[in-house]
């Protein structure tokens, strides 16, 4: 017996369904929108830190941010890894096992999150002056850093759900929390730097605050009668199902890590060749690049539990039919975001940097240069996800490592060489570019086994 997903109010759209193309937008379309509002949570505080705190506190925010967001990737790896799980299991027909599995990973994240925030609280000035902050910036590092790790357990639950609703049949409510939780954080920011004037610990309290919510609210839903497919309850250990779960998330773990091991790299190179303002002009660029990468991953992990479903279910023609319609919307998506992204590089530096011209230049050129690897980046994210949601852990963590680690590090390294700062912007390009041509062999070579 196979379970629908009888439960979800996107247009009565079942996981059971054959999906076309704009059954596939609509089902996909909550995520996307989840993970851009996700997004802002950064790109709020960077406004406020950059117009109204400072030019040094606006640099200790995106220096320290890849730190943060190593903590909370965890999320994502048991979000992303217990989706592909989950939904196979319902595919299956396994309705208590498919609760039970989803309780198990909810209380096992939340664990994880408890010991990182302590961790992360203890060695988070240390790793900072490793990196080479040192007066101002490291003191600012720290106290911003510090707040948000106070959140990290909660933080952890958000990435967590952002991919589980989707399994539950509910993408839809998981936007609305994700956008109210992104509202609370615009507002929360503007009150307590405006308003309070606290300053940079007022946006660290602001980017807190709405993570509780974003972690605290889905849980008390899952925990109490409910309509979507899962529900929160009793379980019983499964060393087994963890590590499968760990295993199908690891790429988007190593992924998460990957890149902000990157970003760390990015800023020490950025410091020698272009100084600090190198570093506020990157954070511009990665502010951006998250909202517009939120479009590609929040469609990966949509149509994550649709993949999953199909290969519980053995219906390969819908499975080839995802796959196939995926990559064209992709294309679609990508060509767009290159376009806005060429189009708005100027209105956007302004947002952040409009106050110092020789900050506006430089992100400006960065952001002329960085547009190109939207051309490419959206291919892999979903290679990767494909592969996690046909429960290949290591397939998908192959391309996610080759792209966010490898690639990356040894294009910025490598071609500062040849371009100085135009070189480290090239890198990016370069790094998914090389990321679109290693997704497409595995895509050929996995193709007979998983008869996609």
Not at 20 to 34: D, E, G, N, V
Not at 264 to 285: F, H, K, R, S, T
Not at 375 to 380: E, I, M, N, V, Y
Request: glycine share 10%.
């Amino acid at each position: 017996m196979r379970i629908k997903n009888t439960a979800s109010k996107n247009g009565s759209i079942q996981l059971s369904d054959h999906f076309t193309y704009r059954k596939l937008l609509r089902y996909t379309f909550p995520s996307m929108i989840m993970l851009v509002f996700t997004s802002i949570y950064g790109v709020a505080d960077g406004f406020f830190v950059s117009n109204f705190v400072g030019k040094t506190q606006f640099t200790a925010v995106n220096f320290i941010m890849p730190f943060l967001l190593i903590l909370g990737s965890v999320g994502f790896m048991f979000g992303t890894g217990g989706s592909a799980l989950i939904s196979k299991t319902i595919g299956e027909g396994k309705k208590k096992e498919a609760d039970s599995l989803f309780s198990l990973i909810i209380y096992t994240s939340a664990f994880f999150g408890l010991i990182l925030a302590v961790l992360g609280f203890i060695f988070i000035r240390p790793l900072a002056a490793a990196l080479g902050a040192q007066g101002e910036m490291l003191a600012y590092s720290i106290v911003y850093g510090r707040i948000i790790i106070t959140a990290i357990p909660a933080y952890v639950l958000q990435y967590e759900f952002q991919c589980l609703f989707a399994a539950a049949g509910k993408p839809e409510l998981g936007l609305s929390v994700t956008a109210a939780a992104g509202i609370l954080n615009i507002a929360l920011d503007a009150l307590f730097i405006l308003v309070f004037r606290w300053g940079l610990a007022g946006a660290a309290a602001a980017t807190a605050g709405s993570q509780f919510a974003g972690g605290i609210l889905p849980l008390l839903y899952f925990a109490g009668p409910n309509s979507s497919l899962l529900r929160l309850g009793r379980t019983h250990f499964d060393g087994g199902a963890l590590l499968k779960t760990c295993a199908n998330g690891s790429s988007e773990l190593m992924s998460n890590i990957s890149m902000s091991i990157v970003s760390m790299l990015y800023n020490a190179q950025l410091l020698v060749y272009a100084g600090e303002d190198g570093i506020a002009a990157y954070g511009v660029l990665m502010y951006v690049s998250l909202i517009f990468q939120g479009i590609f991953i929040g469609y990966s992990v949509g149509a994550a539990p649709v993949t999953g479903y199909h290969y519980g279910a053995q219906n390969h023609a819908e499975l080839k039919g995802i796959l196939k319609k995926s990559l064209v919307l992709i294309s679609i998506f990508a060509v767009i975001m290159f376009t806005a992204s060429s189009a708005l590089a100027r209105p956007l530096s302004v947002i952040f940097t409009g106050y110092d011209e020789g900050l506006l230049n430089l992100t400006v050129r960065g952001f002329s240069i960085f547009s190109y690897s939207f051309l490419f980046s959206g291919f892999a994210i979903f290679a990767s996800s494909f592969f996690t949601a046909l429960n290949n852990g290591l397939v998908s963590a192959s391309i996610s490592f080759l792209r966010t680690f490898v690639f990356q590090a040894a294009a910025v390294l490598i071609f500062p060489l040849f371009w100085d700062v135009d070189g480290i912007w090239m890198s990016i390009a370069a790094a998914e570019l090389l990321s679109v041509i290693t997704s497409v062999l595995f895509l050929r070579i996995n193709r007979k086994k998983y008869q996609y």
